[in-house]
């Protein structure tokens, strides 16, 4: 393992005095402190927004390097200094601008898989049903979702994340999105045969893998530019600004991507390939801004460890495992494997969102794919107004709507954003069911599609609601996750963004696949007549009721006082760990 560079430092001789001054300022204050040694004050008594030069001036000694260009100072428990810049977005965008370059990518396949696979865009292809198509286009998100815990662990236990990014961008992710190109281009299979076991390997393997392998460790990294204790603020306007470039990217593969499908389908994967290639060259530029946090070691293997050791006292208790109960790993360790285990019950509450927003890209696309195009708009361009609802609410909501809450101090608390997410999912929904009713009253009666722009109301409707739910979710796994664990913290939170969600989902659509086949039991709803005769209303009206039901769980009181101390106790050990 390599050691961080100039940015981020062990403290030793080799620092600049000026730092070596200051680590030992912030030793003599712990010392004489009533709290114990590398304990902070109470955040409470910190300022949580410093980006001037004139708010230093209430910046305790122990928080300053005195570096001119990077002004703020946290040495962590393990004796590593950081630096950090008064104005960190300077190299911030860097990072931001990866996630969008990478989101256009993944995004750029991700629309327009389901229509690839079925033959929409033409006959080379693997030609698989509707219910097929959905069932490779579920598995593949949810690989990309479950694998950010492989991401944490190698981020977390022995890379850092600077370092893991790269591995599984250059190692993984661009060699899977180059062979689903090369799949598509007719002419380098002479044989005839679709290579639909080649595409798999790209589709379902490589390509989810890398998107994974990074998902968990590019929006930490962002989080890490900014000072835990004296930036704090900054980082929840980080994670809209995050959420909002992702759907800068998401927009852009999907308003170019479908549309050169329509004619060139090897040209328009290859931009995926260019796109991601370009993003990690960005992202490198930015290697001397950065702060690196070092790898904190095998915290995450050390957890499992402890909970296996916790399940054998009698009755299971980590409390028993601490060493000041005659246990084998120290206490403040504990303490924060019992915050991360806090937040799996936390992550859970935001699945009914999630999977009201995984429909957009498998059962919505279905939908539009028998509905009537508007020039080049389709099924596949339609999740393009996912996007727009996402910028046009993340600026309306960051600009002017919680600034407003947040003066008269009625800023909604974590779980009741996610409640006012699942109520829009549950909106978006029931608007696509009633679609789903005039597609089929219109061909009973005319023959008719019905216009594919109806859509723009459900696809709307859930934009809007990620700002509540999925942006939320970003920022609360990292404020609750301790150091040395916000990578794995934020895998979690992607496991329930997108992997439960697809795995209940598509339980949920295997079970009730009677809805979704024809008069003579076929799969295939790829015209309007076979869309007919399924009643994809019927599985659209079960993800409603689930989705009311997330509501109803986050505004439960006790669910709301749990995070209130959730919240507490990591806030607690982030004070002991610096």
């Known amino acids: 393992m390599l050691k961080e560079d100039a940015v981020e430092i062990k403290v030793n001789e080799a620092q600049p005095a000026e730092l070596e001054a200051a680590h030992a300022q912030q030793v003599k204050e712990d010392a004489s402190s009533s709290l114990p040694a590398g304990v902070v004050s109470p955040e409470s008594d910190l300022p949580d927004n410093v980006d001037s030069e004139d708010a230093l001036a209430e910046v305790p000694r122990k928080y300053l390097s005195n570096l001119a260009k990077r002004p703020l100072l946290l040495v962590d428990a393990s004796g590593d200094a950081h630096t950090y810049m008064l104005r960190p977005w300077s190299c911030v965008v860097l990072i931001l601008l990866m996630e969008l370059l990478e989101r256009l990518s993944f995004y750029g396949i991700n629309f327009t898989q389901t229509a690839y696979l079925t033959g929409t865009y033409g006959p080379w292809s693997p030609e698989l049903t509707s219910t097929e198509a959905s069932s490779w286009v579920m598995t593949s998100t949810a690989v990309a979702y479950s694998i950010p815990f492989l991401g944490a662990i ?161 009755p299971p208790s980590l409390e028993k495992t601490k060493a000041s109960h005659g246990g084998n790993y120290d206490d403040i360790f504990i303490d924060k494997v019992k915050v991360i285990g806090r937040l799996v019950p936390i992550m859970l509450t935001v699945v009914p969102f999630n999977m009201a927003y995984g429909q957009m890209s498998n059962v919505f696309v279905i939908q539009g794919s028998v509905m009537q195009p508007v020039g080049f708009i389709d099924a596949s361009w339609m999740q393009n107004f996912d996007a727009f609802s996402v910028l046009l609410s993340g600026f309306v909501l960051s600009t002017f709507v919680f600034p407003w809450l947040e003066r008269t101090g009625r800023m909604p608390n974590m779980h009741t954003k996610f409640a006012i997410g699942s109520a829009f999912g549950a909106l978006a929904l029931i608007a696509d069911a009633i679609i789903d009713y005039e597609i089929h009253a219109a061909f009973t009666v005319s023959g008719d599609k019905l216009c594919v722009l109806w859509q723009v109301f459900p696809f709307f409707l859930i934009g809007t609601g990620e700002i509540f739910a999925i942006s939320s979710a970003y920022d609360a796994a990292f404020q609750l996750s301790p150091v040395g664990m916000k990578s794995f913290g934020s895998a979690l939170n ?63 009181p006790q669910v709301q006082v749990f995070y209130a101390v959730t919240e507490e106790k990591a806030a607690a050990i982030t004070a002991k760990s610096v």
Not at 531 to 545: D, E, P
Request: charged fraction near 10%.
């Open 494 to 556: 992607l496991f329930m963004i997108g992997a439960v969600p697809n795995f209940i989902s598509e339980g949920i659509l295997n079970a009730c696949a009677v809805w979704f086949t024809t008069d003579d039991g076929s799969t295939d709803l790829s015209t309007l007549e076979a869309y007919s005769q399924a009643q994809v209303y019927n599985y659209l009206w079960v993800l409603v009721g689930i989705a009311l039901l997330g509501v109803v769980v986050n505004l439960v």
């Open 154 to 314: 190698i981020s977390d236990g022995f890379l850092g994340n600077y370092k893991t990014i790269l591995l599984f961008s250059v190692a993984v992710y661009i060699p899977g999105l180059l062979i689903i190109a090369l799949c598509t281009n007719e002419s380098l299979f002479p044989s005839g045969v679709y290579p639909t076991s080649l595409l798999a390997a790209g589709l379902l393997g490589l390509y989810p893998i890398g998107a994974g392998g990074i998902k968990a460790c590019v929006n930490v990294m962002g989080a890490q530019q900014f000072h835990p204790i004296l930036q704090k603020r900054q980082v929840s306007r980080y994670y809209v600004w995050f959420y909002m470039f992702i759907n800068i990217g998401a927009l852009a593969g999907g308003i170019a991507i479908p549309i050169i499908m329509q004619s060139n389908v090897f040209a328009a994967y290859m931009i995926p390939v260019v796109g991601l290639s370009l993003g990690v060259i960005v992202f490198v530029l930015g290697t001397p801004l950065y702060v690196r946090v070092r790898a904190q070691g095998s915290d995450i293997v050390e957890s499992l460890r402890a909970m296996v050791a916790s399940c054998q006292q009698c």
